[in-house]
């Protein structure tokens, strides 16, 4: 695999710094309501759940610094990749076990979205760039048009980000629709 240009390389961690330090932000907004969401995924015992809603927020919180310090790259791409595969999984499980109406638990206690298909695909993808980002970086300096496509690039993945997460959080109010129409 060639190594990453530079730019890439920080647009990936930017992109996933803020996804992850917002959505640690929004699970320690509420952890009590957190804590509920999580046991109701029924994949841990009871008495591991609150220390398990304690420790994700800090785990995304830590990843979000880790990808920004570059001496952390690789462990903070790692871990990004590694709590999206957690993730998937947990989502995966239940929709095998045909419990489609739990609260994806993503938007912290503000928007409730239930799990489907899609967060399985979208975490999956996002763990994989996370994978692939980390490569080797390639050596180059960085100039001022660099800074601008970085801030520029991060910018138009958190609007796609947010686009796509406002779809699937309306997709069942859409699908209401569809069925009275």
Known sequence: MPPLDPAVDLTL???????FGVAAAHKARDLAR???????????????????????PAAEAAVACALAVPGLRVPGLAGAAALLALYAAAVGVNLVRGRRDLDCGC?????????????????????????VAC????????????????AGATVVATACWT????????APLAARLRRRA
């Open 107 to 131: 938007a912290g206690p503000a928007i409730r979205r239930p799990i489907g298909e899609w967060l399985v695909v979208r975490n999956v993808v996002v763990a994989g760039a996370a994978l």
């Open 34 to 56: 957190f804590r509920a969401t999580l046991g109701e995924y029924r994949l841990l015992p009871e008495a591991v759940v609150p220390i398990a809603a304690l420790a994700l």
């Open 135 to 150: 490569a080797p970086v390639a050596a180059r300096p960085l100039v001022w048009v660099d800074a601008l496509t970085v």
């Open 13 to 19: 961690r930017a992109a996933l710094a803020l996804l």
């Open 163 to 170: 686009a796509l997460d406002r779809l699937h959080a309306h």
